[in-house]
């Protein structure tokens, strides 16, 4: 039971992360070059990605 409710929280802590991450790329780093805010983007997505996929595994078992 207790390793469930970890499960859930360390997913919605990854999920927020990455959200967050996205935010702060898309609107606060202005200096950076494109390419690398890309490259932050993406993995700002790949950690939101990460969190639904885990989810979905989550909520089907």
Known sequence: M????????????VGGFG??????????????TPWIRGAQAAFGLLLAGWAVQKATVMIRA
């Open 19 to 32: 959200l967050m991450w996205l935010g702060v790329v898309l609107y606060a780093a202005d200096a950076s």
């Open 2 to 13: 207790w390793q469930r409710g970890l499960n859930w929280a360390a997913i919605v802590l």
